[in-house]
């Protein structure tokens, strides 16, 4: 009980910071930084700036991001098989890494 009222407070917390109509996105040039960035950061550099663009170009939900498996990798036919956190189905976006030459260095 005192989790579930701990998470309500967090979430209307949450909602009062962003007023109506404020930006709730990245622009596509402060993405570019964002994966710049996190290529130069650690030994994981080029696997995060890959993920980051992965999710940013399929709109990706960070669990279904993190849930990614190798099996669900087509390089084949440039294929990305994934399962939608809302809704659980599974979705393919075509061409996602012959167009990405980033991902496929990872």
Known sequence: MLRQQHQTEHCLA?????P???????????????????????????????????????????????????????LRNGRLHVNRAKGGGESVPYAVLNSEPSCVHY
Do not use: F, M
């Open 20 to 74: 109506t109509g404020q930006r709730e996105y990245l622009t596509e040039k402060e993405v570019e930084k964002l994966i710049e960035a996190a290529r130069k950061r650690g030994r994981n550099g080029p696997r995060d700036g890959a993920a980051i663009l992965l999710a940013y170009r399929h709109g990706l939900r960070a669990q279904e991001l993190c849930q990614l498996r190798w099996v669900q990798v087509d």
């Open 14 to 18: 949450a909602s009062q910071i962003q």
